[in-house]
C-alpha cells in the first residue's frame, strides 16, 4: 500500500518550458488536491478535484492545469514555466468530496525554473 | 475568506518542556479546524482535527488542541516535549461558508533542545 506516490522527486526547467507532474493514490480516495508550498507561506491550494471527471480552482490556479484522469489519478501542468514557480508541490488525497476529511499527502515535487 | 495565523514562525523548546504553538483564524462561523506535521523533505500529516462536540481534542504522539470560540483560537500543545517532535507545524480551516476550501497557517518549525 504506497498511499500518494508523486513523480518526479525534483525537476528543474527553463522559463518557458512545460512539464505535468503526476500524481496517484491507491486508496480509493474520491478527492485529490494540489498544493505548492513556499517558504514562509505555508500550503496555499493550487486546484482540487472533488470526485473522477471534476476539476475546480483554488487559491493560486493561474499558470497551471489539472487533469483528473481517473479516480487514482490527478495531474498537473505547467504550460510554460515561469521562475515563480519555482515551489515544492505536494498531492493529496482524501476519502470523501470535502475539506472536513483527513488528507494524505504525497512526498512532493521541488520543481526549479531558471 | 478565511484565514489562519499562526504566531511564531520558530519556537524552541528543551527536552521535557511543555510545547504550545498557536493558531488563531479569522471567522464569525466556526469553520472545521486541523493541525498538521510535516517532517523534514516529506508530506504533511494529520495530527488532530476539530468538527463538532468536545473542544478538545486529542491527536497522535500525545499533542492536543482546544478550540475556543470566544478567542477563535485553536491552539496545539503537549506536556512533555521529545526530540523527535522536531518540525514543522501547519494549522488549517476550512472556509467559513463551504468546506470546500481549505486554508494553511504559515508554518511553526519546532526545535527541540537536548
Known amino acids: 500500500n504506497a498511499g500518494v506516490t508523486q513523480t518526479p522527486k525534483f525537476q528543474v526547467l527553463k522559463t518557458g518550458q512545460s512539464m505535468t507532474l503526476q500524481c496517484a493514490q491507491d486508496m480509493n480516495h474520491n478527492s485529490m488536491y494540489w498544493y505548492r508550498q513556499d517558504p514562509g507561506m505555508g500550503l496555499r491550494l493550487i486546484y482540487y478535484?472533488?470526485?473522477?471527471?471534476?476539476?475546480d480552482k483554488g487559491e493560486v490556479p493561474n499558470g497551471y492545469n489539472v487533469s483528473r484522469l481517473n479516480k487514482r489519478e490527478f495531474s498537473l501542468r505547467l504550460e510554460s514555466a515561469a521562475p515563480s514557480q519555482t515551489s515544492v508541490y505536494f498531492c493529496a488525497s482524501s476519502a470523501g468530496s470535502g475539506f472536513t476529511d483527513t488528507q494524505y499527502f504525497g512526498p512532493g515535487t521541488r520543481l526549479t525554473v531558471l | 475568506a478565511q484565514s489562519v495565523t499562526q504566531l511564531g514562525s520558530h519556537v524552541s523548546v528543551s527536552e521535557g518542556a511543555l510545547v504550545l504553538l498557536r493558531c488563531n483564524y479569522s471567522s464569525s462561523v466556526p469553520p472545521y479546524l486541523f493541525w498538521y506535521v510535516q517532517y523534514p523533505n516529506q508530506g504533511l500529516q494529520l495530527l488532530l482535527k476539530y468538527t463538532t462536540g468536545a473542544t478538545l481534542v486529542k491527536g497522535i504522539n500525545g499533542f492536543e488542541a482546544e478550540f475556543k470560540k470566544s478567542e477563535t483560537s485553536f491552539h496545539l500543545t503537549k506536556p512533555s516535549a521529545h526530540m523527535s517532535d522536531a518540525a514543522e507545524y501547519f494549522c488549517?480551516?476550512?472556509?467559513?461558508?463551504?468546506?470546500?476550501?481549505?486554508?494553511f497557517g504559515s508554518g511553526t518549525k519546532l526545535n527541540v533542545k537536548p
Open positions: 478535484s472533488a470526485s473522477e471527471g471534476t476539476t
Open positions: 488549517a480551516v476550512s472556509d467559513q461558508n463551504n468546506f470546500n476550501k481549505f486554508y
